[in-house]
């Protein structure tokens, strides 16, 4: 299975939402009406300008099957240090299960290293079982607690 | 006790190091010496250069105190959403145990709910149970695991 990845196009970003909202937590939180919900376009073109941020897809065969946001942030911690936050992992429900995922974090890995990241950082939901399975035989430690705090729609 | 924030400046920069240092943790991953190791400056320039990222400090009668840093993301998820992480939150040793940090977290979810964030989200060793209470007092959830990990230095 050849997996290509390239940066998000704003073309993708139908793809990307239905993507998102086919998911047990994210069909309860997701707008997947057409034409998008013009915030996602928004959060689009947020992302594209910040050169910290990239939104990634994997294709098999001209086709998205895959997605994933990196953060690079430079912090003064552990002697001056960037880190790679990654986040909105998401795969097609038709290609899970045959190792895109760790093609994915491989890639996302890599970029990392690139980057010259000392740290690679996620947080996952603890009712995503599978997930957390998942990122521990990628060699990820859960030594962190990770805490939200949601906050009110600005009036 | 009256508290100014302010972002950080880099003749804050030896006192922020120190404070890292001034840590259970800390004390086994930072390089407290002087001049400062460049690694420290590069870092500070890096967080300066990034209009998403803010290190900022936290003064008592012009004494910096407390420091955190914000991170700005835009994400997809959640309906197109910014999200605010909150990382290396610190309070030097003469000043704990009397509200700052509260301050100083009434201060960065002052920052996120003007930036138009959903959310605010951070990650806490669970070697710190201080710390993990502290932020459930505050209304913040443990809903994910944090997981790391941690990669070679480039060659």
Same mark, same amino acid.
């Given at each position: 299975m050849a997996v290509h990845f390239r940066p998000a196009t704003q073309d993708? *970003?139908?793809t990307l939402v239905l993507m998102l909202q086919d998911d047990a937590l994210g069909s309860q939180r997701e707008d997947g009406t057409l034409p998008l919900n013009a915030n996602? *376009?928004?959060a689009f073109d947020a992302i594209q300008a910040d050169p910290n941020n990239q939104l990634m897809v994997a294709e098999i065969q001209d086709r998205v099957v895959g997605m994933l946001q990196?953060?690079?942030i430079p912090y003064l911690t552990h002697i001056g240090s960037w880190r790679c936050l990654i986040e909105g992992v998401r795969i097609h429900?038709?290609?899970?299960?045959?190792?895109?995922?760790?093609?994915?974090? %491989?890639?996302a890995i890599g %970029?990392? %290293?690139?980057?010259?990241? %000392? *740290?690679v950082q996620l947080t996952s939901d603890k009712q995503r079982p599978d997930a957390l399975r998942f990122y521990e035989k990628l060699g990820f430690v859960?030594?962190?607690?990770?805490?939200?705090l949601r906050l009110l729609s600005p009036a």
């Open positions: 993708d *970003l139908e996602y *376009l928004q990196l953060t690079f429900t038709d290609y899970r299960g045959q190792g895109l995922g760790e093609q994915m974090f %491989q890639y %970029q990392a %290293q690139e980057k010259g990241c %000392q *740290l859960a030594t962190h607690e990770g805490f939200k």
